[in-house]
């Protein structure tokens, strides 16, 4: 970790400690459900929290901003979107330091039996921290956000649906083991969060608009000569979501045996590994995951050493052949 982080990175290693048992219990619950069925439906749902389905839908709330009549829903969704990537990737991440359940429990008993679920529901990986889930905090952040706009329209059937499908977002990050169930119950907490101050900035948005003449003149709408039926709107903008989920999920399926992180001394970092990328250039011929890059750079740095450049020799990964006989050993035995 960075020497300047160092007595903030102790967080994420006392959360590891302090929620092990409740994790582990939730772990094997989860993992008693596991089915080839099932970890499509959890790919399907995961999706929703992915940044190809956010961000597209973030820009799609920002068209919104620019028609009265769906003002409301644009602002809390882009407020709530601003408000929780504050939290959770410029607050949470940096300062709690956790770091991926598939890489710590490689170090606890628990190893084998988390091991045997991770690989089949996928292997899948990320680059950065755990805590908390990114993914879940986009659901639920926008989930609530919109929650909160229908049931001001009295629409209250249709928005349980919203805070339900952020739900089973948040579960379906612990079914594909790539978040302890701690850092989803922090990005359930911290979306809602985000939700409601998307919810009360729109408010906020709306009386300035209403008090601003020329602002309140402000309607897109006004470019069709017929107006815009509802109906025909709400269903342009389902059809559009379910694009934009399609492209996720599609995404996500078709990720395939990914370079994993190079890093392996205290364990075997199974993040995915930076390829081809100007800002994480390989060190060595070797590929690492945002965390550990910036490690070792800070490393080089400290020593007096020159900054990584990139190699020119194709990206390799650490051999693992020791530790990979050793894990299937305890995978047998277990």
Known sequence: MFPALSLVATLGDKID???????????????ALQSGFMTIVAKLFTSFGDAAFVVPAMLLAVVLCFFKRTRKYGFAIVGAVVVGTLITNIIMKPMVLRIRPYNTLQMTDFWPQYSKWYKAAGSLSESDYSFPSGHTTSAFEMAIAVFLCFMSDKKRKIAWVFPVIAAL????????????????????????????????????????????????????EKMFKKGINTKAAGAVITVALCVFLGLSFGLLLTESEEVKCAYSEEYNCNNKARIDDEDYPAIDGKNYCKIHWKELSGEAEETGEEAPAQSEAPAQTEDRSDTAAAEESLQDAA
Request: aromatic share 14%.
């Open 169 to 220: 977002v948040g579960v379906s990050r612990i079914y594909l083991m790539v978040h302890y169930p701690s850092d989803v119950v922090a990005g359930a907490v911290a979306g809602t969060v985000a939700g409601i101050c998307g919810f009360l900035l729109a408010k906020l948005g709306l009386l300035i608009f209403s008090k601003v003449k020329f602002l309140d003149n402000i309607d897109a």
């Open 17 to 31: 400690t302090e929620f092990f048992g409740f994790d582990t219990a939730v772990y094997s619950a989860i993992g």
